[in-house]
């Protein structure tokens, strides 16, 4: 690290535990003004001011950022915050994005999966928003009126050597590397290291994704140059690192304690409760009954965005009454803490019976209790083995848009119901929100599914039955 680089904290702007009189400010400032959004985002995609539960993360991330830019060979390369969705992972990622931007001496080339990473043409043209590729590489290729390089891709076709088809105007298609794009970044400024943060990577296309990290892979040890990146996504995001095209196992197999960051919805009601007390104090809003906060928090089941729901509730009710929050049972914050909350339920449930996917849930459901009451674990087979039991006597729409368990599964981890917290495909799994399955059982019992929920019970009795598992099932 140059000798003129200072210390530094890149979540110095990021609370865990307490506030500082500078967060107070802002909370209060944005609470007076009637924003409310800025104090309890409704969406992840908000920087918060106190992240609790999180420790662990921003400890990864704080290492991977002093790694890359103190070292200049750094041992740990990449961070993926991998989990369901709802449980703050673009939230990290903006926070380590502001906190990097605020040392001033890091370049950070940020994007998305769904976005950049769908083609190499797409990546190619996110990278020439902030690099010049070398005189060499681009004196022969067209331009727009704009000046920009002419990026669309010829025939599609790609190389092992990370490099894509440039179409040249005029002429026959000539080869672009990422590397060299990448090369001409860093040989600018050389003792600026660099960063890359892919929000959204479950969308990222596999041979696309493996492009960037085996160009980044280039650097790797030089003694020049010093470059990490960052991937946020559901867990899909680690099926796309294992698929065969992705071809980055340097990324993928090295240092897996170091490199994989699970973000479950695990946020304890103790934690949930001191974030709701710390930001509404410091708006200056009193509550008026802590035992009912108390009860209040144990409705977020461990998950931020439920906690991000309550908490702006409590600041919308306060700023109607003299800023008093009033968490009573049957209370203003509680009917609309609660509205939100079964408002998600049913923006869920509306998506997997549109698809069919209703029996599944409530397989996945009963297996997770089974499991929680016998301790054993839930490996691939039995998710497997369930959500087919799901699609074959579940109620079914007539246009079937999800026919296989394999199709089901992908839905059910997309819509982060589904995950599991370890790397390794065979599990162990777990439920990403468990108290929506038990939304999905009580819609079982008030709808007219009586025929097929006795079929489905019978069948998860089967699988169930297979490994010695019937204890606590009906």
């Known amino acids: 690290m140059s000798e003129s680089l200072k210390p530094f904290d890149v979540f110095a702007d990021i609370a865990t535990t307490r506030l500082s009189e500078t967060q107070a400010k802002k909370i209060r400032s944005n609470y007076q003004s009637g924003d409310f959004s800025k104090v309890f985002p409704a969406g992840s995609s908000a920087i918060p001011s106190l992240m609790v539960g999180r420790q662990s993360q921003i400890a990864q991330l704080s290492a991977l950022a002093k790694e890359v830019i103190d070292n200049d060979n750094p041992s740990i390369v990449g961070v993926v915050l991998h989990g369901p969705r709802g449980t703050g992972k673009t939230a990290l990622l903006n926070a380590l994005h502001r906190g990097l931007n605020s040392i001033g001496y890091v370049d950070v080339i940020s994007m998305t999966g769904n976005d950049e990473l769908t083609s190499d043409e797409k990546l190619i043209e996110r990278l020439s928003k902030f690099i010049t590729p070398k005189p060499e590489l681009s004196e022969k290729t067209s331009r727009d009126t704009s000046g920009r390089l002419d990026l669309g891709l010829a025939a599609g076709r790609t190389s092992a050597r990370v490099e894509v088809e440039q179409r040249v105007s005029g002429g026959q298609p000539e080869f672009i590397s990422i590397g060299s794009y990448l090369h001409s970044f860093l040989d600018e400024a050389p003792e600026r290291p660099a960063m890359f943060l892919v929000d959204e990577a479950h969308g990222a296309d596999p041979a696309v994704l493996g492009h960037l990290l085996n160009a980044i892979q280039s650097f790797t040890g030089a003694d020049d140059h010093s470059i990490g990146i960052v991937l946020a996504g559901t867990p899909e995001t680690l099926d796309v690192l294992r698929h065969p095209e992705c071809k980055a196992t340097w990324f993928r197999d090295r240092a897996q304690s170091d490199r994989f960051s699970p973000m479950p919805n695990d946020l304890s009601a103790l934690a949930c409760q001191h974030a709701v007390d710390a930001i509404l104090k410091a708006a200056d809003v009193s509550i008026h009954d802590y035992a009912d906060l108390e009860h209040a928090v144990q409705g977020c089941k461990g998950s931020p965005y439920f906690l991000q729901l309550l908490g702006k509730a409590a600041l919308e009710s306060a700023s109607r009454n003299e800023g008093v929050a009033d968490f009573q049972v049957g209370g203003e914050i509680d009917r609309v803490f609660k509205q939100g909350v079964q408002a998600r339920y049913e923006e869920t449930w509306n998506d997997l019976e549109d698809k069919g996917l209703t029996g599944c849930a409530l397989q996945l459901g009963a297996l997770w209790k089974a499991a929680k009451a016998n301790g054993f674990t839930i490996d691939r087979q039995l998710i497997r083995k369930a959500i087919q039991s799901g699609l074959d006597h ?75 598992v019937v204890q606590g099932m009906e």
């Open 394 to 468: 579940g109620p079914r729409p007539d246009n079937d848009i999800i026919e296989t368990s394999t199709q089901a599964s992908t839905h059910f981890k997309h819509l982060g119901l589904l995950w599991s917290p370890s790397r390794p495909t065979e599990g162990p799994w777990d439920l990403g929100l468990p108290s929506f399955f038990g939304f999905v059982e009580e819609r079982f019992e008030k709808i007219t599914y009586r025929q097929e929920r006795q079929q489905l019970s019978l069948a998860i009795r089967n699988i169930l039955q297979e490994i010695d």
